[in-house]
């Protein structure tokens, strides 16, 4: 281990503090993330190359099994720790854990979803041999899983560029200072921290009990446990010459600049013949065996006396695998790092690996330390040219950079400042990144607040406001904005006398017929039915209630309101004519299920319909003043114009959200059986989240095909709802198991969205409705999926994607 003279040491703190962003080289450890992983029971993953696919496939060591996981799935990285693999979804908005890979029964392996979150996306992933932490896209904070009540977290206020986890611990480089933070159980995690100090570190590798990383100079640097010579790496000569590095339990591993491997500790027995003459892009360690990935075929090589195949003398034993990615396939430009070669073949055209970095960006010069003392090694002279000098050349250009840099910055605060951006004045709210969460909002009880509701982009939030100041000028009176009062002669004669030919079907107070005025208008007229007089009492509240609403909502998403008709008992709504019938009919109507030509069997359609409809919900939610909860929201009140364009109807049983500061109001519980909300039926308390659960129900019924409560089997069968069918499959990812066979598969560009949109229909039908996201991010969600079947390749972007509103 080096150690740097005190003087050096504070010139390269002063480094680190100006210090703005690396690409540093990778460390692939006993619990790092990379496109290559193991498990300590001898199991070997990697994600493939060359396919449509960045999929995930084994092998295990035990009788050569191969596991293809998840084949239509893609994952920008993985890690490995005592018998799990995990991997993070390519977005990096889900995280997955696969236990039991060494079992001799592949059908005995079980995926658990750790982490599901659309807007606060995961980046760096690390397993342990029991723990899983990540670090937050973005941001740098960690969040960690799987631990006891032993592991102790590192500050909420710690910000991250990797991490790296070992036995028990995990350790990471901090953002601002680029020291060392280590924490979990024991004391190995404070020791270890204790051990790098005050130095400033550019990567990281966790082992068993130690930890081995490059300085800012590029040299290497070890602490921990040294009970087998893991720490006595081997002397270097020039900085950055080690480009990776993999730890296990008591050996330690880096790739030179060559290509080539140097392993030591572990009892010498893992400098062997099979790694001479081979280059490798990417190494990764188990407790007691290495495999790396080669640079002339991208196959994987494992060694190591835990790699019983393998002896010391054996020649490359190459495991039975697909090629590999050297690296995760990303969207993002590579910034000051070239991109890999073959990356557009191994890709497969849908994004670039990145080449690691080796030198930090600095923004300031800083005072040119001296020549670093060199470890002895006589069988090797010291270079010719001098380290310093070359620093001072870079540090000069890289001052030039900093100098405008420092200037740009300095024009963004003021306009900063001089806008208003910084003090809420103007927000711009990512529109990819919904969030699914029991986060307050001012919808959650349908209650509009003094603050606008949360925008889907600037361009949304400009529309927006528009449409607001239009759409809220309208009074709320009964008479008030109507459009026309018809005789009851006049729609009579529209319907043929209201003929069972012309009747489309029943609505909350009545039945529904078509018609056609007499100056050739189609129209939707619902006549209330006459009778007992609980039965009239009910159809002049729902006609009233219709009535009150309808006569002041406008949006295209919301079934419109032509006109009315009061004479004596009758009670009639004129309504636009929706030619294409109820979203129901065409998921569920005879005819139209043995319709294999139906428009409704794309993926596309659907999503868009399903968006349809709950952009017209949030408009009663948010924008509705005051707002309105509809309390029936199902697909027979869904209908669908002649342009495909699905609207909100029926507002029978609708009514005005909470008083200003409320979040629910008690009322007895109403609407259709399957989609009425449980929390609402079981102790009558409505709010905004009631119609959550029956959108989420909708979205099932489009995503399955099933009814809301449909018999289960093809004989029938016991009543079963379409959320005890389809959530539990949605929980352990074989969505697939339960998606409307008449649709087909998911294409390569729309399998990201359909589980995207099943993600959020389960969050949607949570048995809490504090758990259920609210109206707006259900909306962004269903337009990121949208936008998702247009992509060309099926991994979700960790870009920004600009989304128009209609």
Not at 713 to 733: H, K, L, N, Q
Request: with cysteine; hydrophobic share 35%; glycine share 10%.
């Amino acid at each position: 281990m080096t150690k740097l003279p005190s003087s050096f040491a504070v010139a390269v703190t002063l480094a680190a503090v100006v210090v703005v962003s690396f690409l540093v080289p990778y460390s692939d450890a006993l619990g790092s993330g990379a496109t290559l992983a193991v498990t300590d029971s001898g199991v070997v993953c990697g994600v493939v190359a060359s396919e449509p696919w960045q999929r995930v496939i084994c092998y295990k060591r035990g009788g050569g099994q191969t596991i293809d996981v998840f084949p239509n799935v893609s994952f920008s990285s993985i890690s490995g720790g005592r018998s799990s693999i995990c991997g993070v979804r390519s977005g990096g908005y889900s995280l997955l854990c696969w236990d039991n890979l060494s079992s001799e029964n592949s059908n005995s392996v079980t995926t658990q979803r750790v982490y599901f979150n659309n807007t606060v996306r995961l980046d760096n992933l690390a397993v342990g041999d029991g723990h899983i932490c990540a670090t937050v896209l973005g941001n740098g904070a960690v969040k960690c899983w799987r631990d006891d009540s032993t592991f102790k977290l590192p500050s909420e206020l710690d910000r991250f560029v990797s991490i790296s986890s070992g036995s028990g611990f995990s350790c990471g480089i901090l953002r601002e200072s680029l020291r060392v933070r280590c924490w979990g159980s024991g004391t190995i995690a404070t020791e270890i921290e204790d051990g790098f100090g005050n130095m400033s570190m550019v990567s990281i590798a966790a082992g068993g009990s130690h930890v081995c990383g490059l300085n800012t100079t590029g040299f290497l640097v070890c602490n921990g446990k040294n009970n087998s010579g893991q720490l006595n790496a081997p002397p270097l000569v020039s900085p950055f010459e080690f480009s990776r590095l993999s730890l296990g339990a008591t050996h330690s591993c880096g790739i030179r600049g060559n290509g080539s491997v140097d392993c030591w500790g572990g009892g010498g027995l893992f400098s062997v013949d099979a790694t001479k003459g081979v280059s490798f892009e990417l190494i990764v360690s188990g407790l007691d065996f290495t495999c790396g990935l080669t640079t002339r075929n991208f196959s994987i090589l494992c060694w190591g006396p835990g790699w019983y195949n393998v002896s010391l003398s054996a020649p490359n034993l190459e495991l039975p695998l697909p090629k590999i990615l050297p690296g995760p396939c990303v969207q993002s430009p590579c910034g000051n790092c070239s991109i890999y070669p073959l990356s557009q073949e191994l890709c497969f055209g849908t994004g670039s690996i990145c080449q690691p970095c080796v030198t930090p960006i600095l923004t300031t010069p800083i005072p040119a330390p001296p020549p670093l003392p060199l470890p002895p090694s006589p069988a090797v002279s010291p270079p010719p040219s001098s380290p310093s000098r070359a620093l001072r050349k870079g540090l000069l250009a890289f001052a030039i950079v900093g100098s405008v840099g420092a200037f740009a910055g300095i024009c963004t605060v003021i306009y900063c400042l001089w806008t208003g951006v910084c003090f809420g004045k103007k927000k711009i709210h990512n529109s990819v990144q919904p969030t699914i969460t029991r986060a307050a909002s001012s919808n959650g009880g349908g209650a509009t607040s003094n603050t606008s509701p949360p925008s889907r982009s600037s361009t949304i939030r400009r529309q927006g406001s528009r449409i607001m100041r239009r759409q809220r000028s309208g009074t709320s009176s009964k008479h008030a904005d109507r459009a026309e009062e018809f005789t009851l002669a006049e729609l009579a004669a529209a319907t043929n006398d209201f003929s069972l030919e012309n009747k489309l079907g029943a609505g909350s107070f009545g039945v529904v017929y078509r018609g056609k005025l007499s100056d050739g208008r189609e129209v939707a007229i619902k006549r209330g039915e006459t009778g007992q007089k609980k039965k009239y009492q009910e159809k002049e509240t729902a006609f009233e209630s219709e009535l009150a609403f309808l006569s002041r909502l406008h949006h295209k998403h919301l079934v419109r309101l032509v006109g009315y008709c009061e004479e004596k008992e009758e009670r009639l709504l004129v309504y636009e004519y929706m030619k294409n019938g109820a979203l129901y009919d065409h998921l569920h109507d005879k005819n139209n299920v043995e319709k294999s030509s139906s428009f409704l069997n794309s993926w596309k359609v659907r999503i868009k319909i399903a968006l349809d409809a709950a952009r017209g919900i949030e408009y009663l939610h948010n924008y509705a003043v005051p707002p309105i909860i509809h309390r029936d929201i199902k697909s027979s009140n869904i209908l669908i114009d002649a342009n495909w364009t699905a609207k909100v109807s029926d507002f029978g049983l609708s009514l005005l959200g909470p008083e200003s500061g409320r979040d629910f109001r008690p009322t007895k519980a109403a609407g259709t059986v399957g989609y009425i909300d449980p929390e609402y039926y079981g102790l009558n308390v409505l709010t905004a989240k009631s119609d959550v659960y029956g959108l989420g129900v909708v979205l099932l019924e489009l995503l399955t095909g099933k009814r809301a409560i449909f018999k289960n089997g093809e004989d029938g069968g016991t009543p079963i709802s379409v959320v005890d069918f389809a959530v539990p499959a949605i929980m352990v990812g074989e969505l697939v198991k339960v998606l409307d066979q008449r649709v087909g598969p998911p294409e390569l560009n729309e399998a990201e969205a359909v589980e995207l949109v099943a993600y959020t229909a389960m969050h949607c039908v949570n048995l809490e409705g504090k758990e259920r996201p609210t109206m707006t991010d259900i909306v962004a969600n269903l337009e990121r999926a949208l936008t998702l079947c247009d992509d060309s390749h099926g991994s979700i972007s960790s870009g920004i994607l600009s989304i128009v509103s209609e």
